[in-house]
Structure formats: structure tokens, C-alpha cells
């Protein structure tokens, strides 16, 4: 069974870094991305990464976040520094194409 598992979301205040993880099972995995939803909005691409390491980053977080992968473990990160209150949004990995099952996403709240 194919499996996406978000994990590392939290509470932080602005300024602040959380690490995301994103666990894959049932399935290799080739370009990546994370994704974010924010309240009554759509779901974005923030961040991509191909089985080489090559990298994309939405011009909101470029400089900020940092998308990495482990192929061992068949996982990818998403680092996240000086985080502001417009990066709140529940936040999902997921194969760029073809995508796989979404996973339940991981909530990432910035608020003083």
C-alpha cells in the first residue's frame, strides 16, 4: 500500500525553524515536492527536489526553506527557517508526477 506520512509540523513563533519529514512506503519515489494549504486557499507548490537533487523553490520561500532527501530511507525533508506568519498552512509531500495518495498533512502554525 502506497503511503505518504507528513510528520514535524508544530507551533512557532515568527522568525522561528521547524523541520518537516515525509515518510514514503509501498512505493520508490522520484521528484518530490512539498506542498502547503492555507485556509480558503489553494494548494501550492513551495518546494521541489528530483531523485538527483536538483531543487525548486516557490519565490516565497526561496532563501528560507531548504527541500532535501534521503534515498535510503526513501524520505524528504523540508528545513524551514525564519518562518512568518503567511507560511501557516498544513503542509504535504507528495510525487510530482504522477502524484501518489495524498497524506494527512502536517499543520504548521506561525504566531507570536
Known amino acids: 500500500q502506497v503511503q505518504l506520512v507528513e510528520s514535524g509540523g508544530g507551533d512557532v513563533q515568527p522568525g522561528g525553524s521547524l523541520r518537516l519529514s515525509c515518510a514514503a512506503s509501498?512505493?520508490?519515489?522520484?521528484?518530490m515536492g512539498w506542498y502547503r494549504q492555507a485556509p480558503g486557499k489553494q494548494r501550492e507548490l513551495v518546494a521541489g527536489?528530483?531523485?538527483?537533487?536538483?531543487?525548486y523553490y516557490a519565490d516565497s520561500v526561496k532563501g528560507r526553506f531548504t527541500i532535501s532527501r534521503d534515498n535510503a530511507k526513501i524520505t524528504v525533508y523540508l528545513q524551514m527557517t525564519s518562518l512568518k506568519p503567511e507560511d501557516t498552512a498544513v503542509y504535504y509531500c507528495?510525487?510530482?508526477?504522477?502524484?501518489?495518495?495524498w497524506g494527512q498533512g502536517t499543520q504548521v502554525t506561525v504566531s507570536s
Open positions: 507528495n510525487q510530482i508526477t504522477p502524484p501518489l495518495p
Open positions: 509501498g512505493t520508490s519515489i522520484y521528484a
Open positions: 527536489i528530483t531523485s538527483g537533487g536538483s531543487t
